[in-house]
């Protein structure tokens, strides 16, 4: 069974893998960011090579300015026309009273007409606003334009001045304007440094056009500091990014509310920052980053990700996931897989990553929190996502997330193993005015105190309902199949609804097979089948229970278990055979139409959205599940 278990969480990553992000390879963007029939580009003038003359006029003049700004230049080589576009530039003479020329006003840029002479070569003609002739050739060669122009006044001019334009612009990035319809393209390291060291590009629209490697440059803090346009990876990576740098740490440093990354991997990285909010692609998010992944190492003190260091109130990360080691230095780590710290929204995500820090340290996420923005509170949301790498902390450690503050956690689940000292859960560490829902955790776990086969501690209004944890769980005091402490002596409030557990529960003080500690909180519609050992306060279901907690439509398997009572006649002993017996959870209100399934004198009761069919439980049913059925024929590979 146990190498049937790697065999599942390999073939899980793969399946995520090709799920997720299998179709990006065949949705290059077409026309590499451009229409089809024409491309539009933009070019900024190289000042030292870039000037205008003028000559002429009563007094004979003859001043030379040099060029700086950009324009847009757009090629329609199936029409043979060519036009600028946005041309913002100005010269200015070398003399000491810098006289300025507006480029566009002297040569009339824009209205002129293009006519494509050959794949290199346009020649534009009109007229500049004094009715002076206008000629501008320019020549294309690679990311270069060399344009070269003149004036003719009109025949009879009394008092005429000629302007003569020798100029070399390059084009910005690998071309594109920078919206919606046509982004600039990023093809090179060039074209992202670029992007990074231009502030007035932060809100535009960006487009990848080849995967880009980094390897050989160390960066101090984050590529992009600030961006809140839109980038899109168009399913391309950007490999060897490495930081060594302080708080704000990743390729983006922040993205704004209006901000946007997408279909985007970082391959390799190797991130270090010794302050807070690092995240191998983005260190603070407040946008949206969809459909992204990174591998590599990330490691830093406080609010540390393998993706995202801290997302924020407004920001979502959805469809992604990360498969590198993460780690966390910092007292209050909140170190995890996918997310340090977060107080948006996570939906859709998965991660491997192996992650170690001291408290707050979880699989995906190291801390789900609330966050307060004038009079409005946003709660953290994890929704259908799940974990599978190896978890180790000190304090408030799980296979999915650390700790989950006035927040949700639905429809996921964590498969790693999971270890540390104080409050440590298959899925969750701690749950807090928090709601956990539809959830399950198969992680082994291990520690010292408050250690629970789903959540550590739950507590100060804590929900856990339609749960269930598999693994086994080993701990000294306060050791539960499914919660390792319910409610605090302090704040003894804490639910617990329709859950079960089964595994083996070994520990010495405060151990039963589902809660290991009661203070005052509610336990409903829960069972557990697990082995249950200990030295003092053991019990079938409750191992010690205080403050009159209410323990109701509730059973465990004396047989499995071991243990034919518990404390204070908390929940009823059954036979597994009553316990396979869909009638035993009817009689006490179970609801089997919506949530409980069962094999009727073949399995315990299972959650409907893990069908008892859905053997390697990726919540489908499918022939992965025929083959993984087919690979244990015959050996013991049940999870229920």
């Known amino acids: 069974m146990h190498h049937s278990s790697k065999t599942f969480g390999l073939l899980l990553s793969l399946l995520l893998a090709v799920c997720l992000f299998g179709h990006i390879a065949q949705a290059k963007y077409a026309g590499s960011g451009v229409a089809v029939s024409a491309e539009t580009s933009t070019y900024v003038f190289v000042p030292d090579q870039s000037k205008v003359v003028q000559t002429g006029g009563i007094a004979g003049v003859h001043w030379t300015y040099s060029i700086k700004g950009q324009f847009q230049l757009t090629v329609d080589p199936n029409a043979g026309s060519a036009s600028f576009a946005h041309v913002d530039a100005n ?15 002297v040569f009339n840029m824009t209205s002129l007409v293009g006519t494509v002479v050959d794949d290199a070569t346009i020649k534009f003609t009109g007229k500049a606003s004094d009715d002076s002739d206008v000629r501008i050739t320019v020549t294309i060669k690679d990311n270069l334009a060399h344009l070269i122009g003149q004036t003719t006044p009109p025949p009879n001019s009394a008092d005429f001045f000629i302007f003569s334009l020798d100029a070399v612009a390059q084009r910005k990035y690998g071309g594109g304007s920078g919206t919606a319809d046509d982004p600039y393209q990023i093809a090179t390291a060039a074209d992202l ?77 190797n991130i270090t920052g010794s302050g807070y909010d690092v995240g191998g692609l983005v260190a603070l998010n ?52 996918l997310v340090g710290g977060n107080g948006g929204t996570i939906r859709n995500c998965s991660s491997a990553s192996p992650v170690s820090g001291t408290s707050y340290v979880g699989g995906l996420v190291g801390r789900s929190d609330y966050m307060q923005e004038g009079g409005d509170i946003a709660h953290g949301s994890i929704d259908s996502c799940y974990s599978s790498g190896s978890i180790s902390g000190t304090s408030h450690v799980g296979g999915l997330v650390g700790g989950n503050s006035f927040g949700t956690i639905a429809n996921s689940y964590s498969t790693g193993s999971v270890s540390g ?31 629970g086969g789903l959540v550590g501690q739950n507590f100060r209004y804590g929900s856990i309902s339609n749960c269930y944890s598999t ?19 302090w704040h003894p409030v804490g639910s617990i609804n329709a859950c079960y557990a089964k595994g083996n529960v070994i520990g010495e003080l405060g151990v039963g097979g589902l809660v290991g500690y009661t203070s005052g909180g509610t336990v409903t519609q829960t069972y557990s089948t697990g082995e249950v050992t200990g030295t003092s306060y053991v019990g079938g279901l409750v191992g010690f229970k205080e403050w009159s907690p209410v323990v109701t439509a509730s059973f465990w398997d004396m047989e499995t278990s071991g243990q034919a009572t518990s404390d204070g006649a908390a929940g009823t002993g059954k036979t597994t055979a009553e316990m396979q017996t869909a009638g035993t959870f009817l009689e006490a209100g179970w609801d089997f139409v919506n949530v409980w399934g069962i094999g009727e004198n073949q399995t315990y009761p299972y959650l409907r959205k893990y069908s008892a069919a859905d053997i390697n439980q990726d919540a489908s049913v499918n022939f992965l599940d025929l083959a993984v059925l087919a690979e244990n024929w015959l050996t013991d590979i049940s999870h229920r």
């Open 421 to 451: 000292t104080d409050g440590v859960g298959g899925l969750a560490g701690f749950n807090s005015a928090s709601v956990i829902s539809h959830c399950y955790s198969a992680s082994p776990v291990s520690g010292t105190s408050s250690v």
């Open 286 to 337: 407040c946008g949206a980053v969809t459909q992204c992944y990174s591998t590599g190492s990330v490691s830093g003190m406080s609010y540390v990700g393998g993706l995202v260091g801290w997302n924020d109130y407004a920001g979502t990360v959805s469809r992604c996931y990360s498969a590198g080691p993460v780690s966390g230095t910092g007292e209050y780590s909140s170190v995890g897989g």
């Open 193 to 269: 440094i670029a992007l990074g060291e231009d502030p007035n590009d932060y809100d535009k629209h960006f487009i990848m056009t080849e995967d880009i490697d980094l390897a050989g440059i160390t960066y101090s803090e984050a590529v992009i500091p600030n961006f809140a346009g839109m980038f899109d990876g168009n399913g391309h990576t950007i490999s060897h990014l490495t930081i060594a740098g302080v708080s704000n740490v990743g390729l983006f440093g922040y993205l704004a509310s209006s901000a946007e990354v997408k279909d985007l991997g970082v391959v390799d990285v």
């Open 471 to 489: 693994g086994t769980v080993s701990g000294t005091e306060y050791v539960g199949g499914l919660v390792g402490q319910n409610g605090l002596s």
């Open 91 to 105: 010269a200015t003479d070398d003399s000491p009273f810098k006289r300025t020329l507006d480029l566009n006003h």
